[in-house]
């Protein structure tokens, strides 16, 4: 037994009926059932469920079946669009529809497979229909019409769960390469290249730092010192980044042979330590390399911040 309950008139007009008004509207001429009101409240539909136990709420339904008979039973199959929303609004002339959510049937069916892509589309300014701008496919993958923009960064506040862990922070971009030391004194640099760039995955960050140099001093001293690190380094690590000299201007110190970079903790720089075989590392000075003769360092590795 079905019982509607109304506040105004049923109005039974070309098939179907109009609840609060005299004939349906024309952009919804042709539908079964109608509401019309002077307000949006009185111009709404509710559907409630009231179950003393955990039970689901009220259902919307909207079926589909390939076939001309009433009730019977047709197979849907792929392109088939289930059902749509339309929000249609009068433009003083007549009705535009202003945007839509839409179902449709996206790949070969069968007895219990019905794979379905769902469709959001909105109008944009000058248009007069709209256009699909979001489209989650039966794979539960969102595809974006056009890029995701906003006015400022795209953020998730929990991060971003990608199956086996959470992202919780990503970020890339480019830094200036800068040579210094512990004590710059008269330490005068100038640059043929500076090169700096940086990705950041979670807590770990991957930098690139490139830089031709010729450095020119008679009173700095103490470490080499790479600036310009976009994030502070946390842990100072065991190992090393590697670094590649491709000049002369640097003396080694007696049993050292190559270099490394690496980071330490609570600082935004880059060290650089000398390494030999049977040698424990050492910080590389200032006054390890030549005034006067151009240099080139380039450190490659990641840190934790």
């Given amino acids: 037994m079905v019982d509607i309950v109304f506040d105004g ?10 609840i609060g008004y005299t004939s349906p509207i024309a952009e919804t001429a042709n539908t079964r059932l109608s509401v019309v009101g002077a307000s949006g409240q009185s111009a709404s539909m509710s559907i409630s469920a009231f179950k003393d136990s955990t039970a689901n709420g009220g259902y919307i339904h909207l079926n589909s079946s390939k076939t001309d008979t009433v009730g019977g039973q047709g197979l849907i199959t792929n392109g088939s669009q289930l059902g749509s929303i339309f929000w249609n609004a009068s433009d003083g002339v007549g009705y535009i529809r202003a945007a839509a959510i839409s179902a449709t049937i996206s790949g070969s069916t069968g007895v219990n497979d019905m794979p379905t892509s ?4 909105t109008t944009a300014n000058g248009a007069s229909a709209p256009t699909t701008r979001l489209t989650i496919s039966d794979t539960g993958l969102a595809t974006f019409a056009n890029a995701v923009t906003t006015t400022g960064l795209l953020t998730a506040s929990s991060g971003i769960n990608l199956g086996q862990d959470t992202l919780n922070y990503y970020d890339e971009g480019t830094f200036t390469a800068t040579i210094s030391c512990d004590t710059a004194g008269d330490l005068g640099v100038a640059y043929s290249t500076q090169k700096g760039n940086y990705t950041r995955v979670g807590n770990i960050v991957t930098v690139f730092f490139s830089a031709t140099f010729t ?10 010192r790479l600036l310009g690190l976009p994030f502070v380094v946390n842990v100072t690590p065991a190992g090393g980044m590697v670094c590649a000299n491709s000049s002369a201007g640097i003396t080694y110190s007696s049993g050292y042979t190559q270099l490394v970079g690496y980071g330490e903790a609570g600082a935004s720089y880059l060290r650089v330590r000398e390494m030999g075989s049977t040698k424990n590392g050492s910080r590389l000075a200032i006054t ?9 360092l380039t450190v490659v590795g990641s840190y934790i911040v």
């Fill in 288 to 296: 390890s390399m030549v005034s006067g003769v151009e240099n080139s």
């Fill in 118 to 121: 769902l469709s959001f589309g």
């Fill in 9 to 18: 008139s049923v109005t039974a007009a070309s098939g179907g009926s109009t």
């Fill in 215 to 224: 450095p020119t001093f008679t009173t700095a001293s103490g470490s080499l």
